[in-house]
């Protein structure tokens, strides 16, 4: 398998063609020596599971600068709402630097402090992240937008972050495709109008979805794809579009991620988006 994961040593100029077209094609940028460093105050007060509150999974700050799944008092809150700021303004300004063309089209996502040890959560085989998968999400289709993520081990004690990466996304959905149920406007209609959806699922969203959970529910294709275990250690920065790349986060505690959407029509490739590639395989439009 050709290696997804491409270590980039250096801060990104800007425009940087070649980085961009590896994270089009589904490749995970790793900047090792790129590091998110929380304060001492923070690190004392804030680092610690019992900072998030037990019936959330992470810690999130909107894009309206709305903190949700947070424990602790009024002052607590106000420090973590302030660490993740900035940790949003340096994850923008590193995308601006590599690719200007997506800060002028993303739609800003939420930010979250992940507190939690990875290997000890307990959930079902569909939110199971150790699990190699592509992400997709049932209550929100987004018909091909993008999720652009960046990721930051903020562990203080050196504890790495430890993933999976697969295969590339093209071969994984030829792999899955014939297995996948046909999509059915009207129960996607019925979805959207009993809510659990929050808008119109596409076929898109349908297949997008399938995948996700052909990938995760098969434990054959979990041991025995070919795939690649990264530890990303602590002070390192990786960028992944998550729609795109086969990932599993298997262990490790204390991190930060910001999350961006970008059209598919906005990226310097179009054509290496999921939806391109999906709607080619199918041989008809998706959205």
Do not use: C
Request: charged fraction near 25%; glycine fraction near 4%; charge should be neutral.
């Amino acid at each position: 398998m050709e290696n997804q994961i491409v270590e980039v040593n250096e801060v990104p100029r800007e425009g940087d063609r070649t980085l961009v077209t590896a994270l089009e094609a589904g490749k995970v940028l790793y900047f090792p020596a790129l590091p998110f460093e929380p304060t001492a105050q923070e690190l004392q007060q804030l680092f610690k599971p019992e900072i998030r509150d037990p019936k959330s999974r992470n810690i999130s700050l909107d894009a309206n600068g709305r903190l949700k799944g947070a424990a602790g008092d009024e002052a607590t809150q106000q420090m973590l709402s302030a660490m993740m700021l900035r940790f949003r303004a340096q994850a923008e300004n590193l995308l601006s630097a590599m690719a200007p063309r997506y800060m002028e089209h993303v739609r800003r996502g939420p930010v979250s402090f992940r507190p939690s040890v990875v290997e000890t959560r307990e959930q079902s085989w569909r939110a199971d992240d150790r699990r190699l998968h592509v992400d997709a999400f049932p209550s929100r289709p987004n018909r091909g937008e993008r999720l652009l993520r960046v990721f930051a081990n903020v562990n203080p004690e050196g504890v790495p972050r430890v993933w999976r990466v697969g295969e590339p996304f093209e071969t994984v959905a030829r792999h899955f495709l014939p297995r996948v149920k046909p999509y059915s406007r009207w129960q996607a209609k019925a979805l959207e109008a009993l809510k659990v959806t929050k808008s119109l699922r596409s076929e898109y969203d349908h297949l997008m979805l399938q995948l996700h959970d052909a990938m995760k529910s098969d434990l054959e294709y979990q041991k025995n794809a070919p795939q690649v275990t990264m530890p990303f250690p602590a002070g390192s920065t990786w960028v992944v579009f998550s729609d795109q790349a086969s990932h599993a986060a298997m262990s490790g505690q204390y991190m930060m991620e910001l999350t961006a959407q970008l059209p598919p029509d906005e990226q310097y490739d179009p054509e290496a988006s999921p939806l391109a590639i999906l709607t080619r395989l199918q041989g008809h439009a998706l959205v």
